[in-house]
């Protein structure tokens, strides 16, 4: 999301979720070290045989770089292991969110509600995106927003702008799309060169087709929670939709985000402040 990574820890487990992330971790080092005592055991006896391995938790926290066959390196097996945490559960396990699953729900009723108003009104949503500069990582963000409206009938448009561009060409591209009324929601794909003033492009943005929430008076209603923004962040609403969709109950929870940008982060915090009315 051309931000800080978000990561909601322990909505899915009641006040104690640090003990659970601690039970987790304690889990994965004390089977590498038995995994390790084992290994150095066969050297010392001279075997040189290698075991396939099943793919265990601590694999999955690694990456799925790391193959399912692996020699673990020898290693003295007086390796002491981590204390434990007093009032950590050991006997709980983390819960993964199936995060694609919903997302292909979530697409096939938005291409059933575009269907549905085409057919009503003859016309199809519009999203324009301003993208500026070549940094790889947000033209694939670009990509991906448009072949998203490809998939459920959105009509896309694309105003791609130089890094060497001025501050006006791109309120220019930002002006054009508040008047087009085919468009209903512009993008702007940040972060922007550092020459121009991100504040001053976001704001200029209609309020009524800052489909990203980041005009200064979507963000001031995000965060008064006796008011309602006309559009949320949407990583940061993505990440809470994961939430509900799973049938979590955020109530009571103790979450921990990761990152504290605009884009994601600070969002993502007044949103979980907001579902859990505190």
């Given at each position: 999301?051309?931000?800080?990574?978000?990561?909601?820890?322990?909505?899915?487990?009641?006040?104690?979720?640090?003990?659970?992330?601690?039970?987790?971790?304690?889990?994965?080092?004390?089977?590498?070290?038995?995994?390790?005592?084992?290994?150095?055991?066969?050297?010392?006896?001279?075997t040189r045989s290698r075991r396939r391995r099943r793919r265990s938790s601590s694999s999955l926290l690694l990456g799925?770089?790391?193959?399912?066959?692996?020699?673990?390196?020898?290693?003295?097996?007086?390796?002491?292991?981590?204390?434990?945490?007093?009032?950590?559960?050991?006997?709980?396990?983390?819960?993964?969110?199936?995060?694609?699953?919903?997302?292909?729900?979530?697409?096939?009723?938005?291409?059933?509600?575009?269907?549905?108003?085409?057919n009503a009104v003859g016309h199809v949503p519009g999203l324009a995106v301003v993208l500026v500069g070549d940094r790889?990582?947000?033209?694939?963000?670009?990509?991906?927003?448009?072949?998203?409206?490809?998939?459920?009938?959105?009509?896309?448009?694309?105003?791609?702008?130089?890094?060497?561009?001025?501050?006006?060409?791109?309120?220019?591209?930002?002006?054009?799309?508040?008047?087009?009324?085919?468009?209903?929601?512009?993008?702007?794909?940040?972060?922007?060169?550092?020459?121009?003033?991100?504040?001053?492009?976001?704001?200029?943005?209609?309020?009524?087709?800052?489909?990203?929430?980041?005009?200064?008076?979507?963000?001031?209603?995000?965060?008064?929670?006796?008011?309602?923004?006309?559009?949320?962040?949407?990583?940061?609403?993505?990440?809470?939709?994961?939430?509900?969709?799973?049938?979590?109950?955020?109530?009571?929870?103790?979450?921990?985000?990761?990152?504290?940008?605009?884009?994601?982060?600070?969002?993502?915090?007044?949103?979980?402040?907001?579902?859990?009315?505190?």
């Open positions: 999301m051309g931000g800080a990574a978000v990561a909601v820890l322990a909505a899915a487990a009641t006040r104690h979720n640090r003990a659970r992330l601690v039970s987790l971790f304690y889990r994965v080092a004390r089977g590498l070290h038995e995994a390790s005592a084992a290994a150095a055991e066969e050297e010392k006896v001279g799925p770089d790391f193959p399912d066959t692996w020699d673990h390196p020898p290693r003295a097996a007086s390796r002491t292991l981590p204390p434990r945490v007093a009032g950590a559960d050991y006997g709980c396990t983390a819960t993964i969110i199936d995060g694609k699953s919903i997302a292909e729900d979530i697409r096939l009723h938005i291409a059933e509600e575009v269907h549905q108003m085409k790889r990582d947000s033209e694939s963000y670009v990509r991906y927003k448009t072949k998203g409206c490809e998939e459920v009938g959105i009509k896309s448009l694309l105003a791609k702008l130089p890094g060497s561009c001025t501050e006006d060409e791109v309120m220019d591209s930002v002006s054009r799309f508040n008047e087009d009324p085919s468009v209903h929601g512009i993008l702007v794909q940040l972060p922007l060169p550092q020459h121009m003033d991100e504040e001053r492009i976001l704001s200029a943005i209609s309020l009524e087709k800052d489909v990203d929430g980041f005009h200064p008076l979507n963000v001031g209603n995000l965060a008064l929670r006796s008011r309602k923004p006309l559009f949320l962040p949407c990583a940061a609403k993505a990440c809470i939709e994961l939430l509900l969709q799973s049938g979590i109950e955020l109530m009571g929870k103790h979450a921990t985000v990761i990152g504290r940008s605009k884009v994601v982060g600070l969002p993502t915090s007044l949103l979980l402040q907001a579902s859990c009315h505190c």
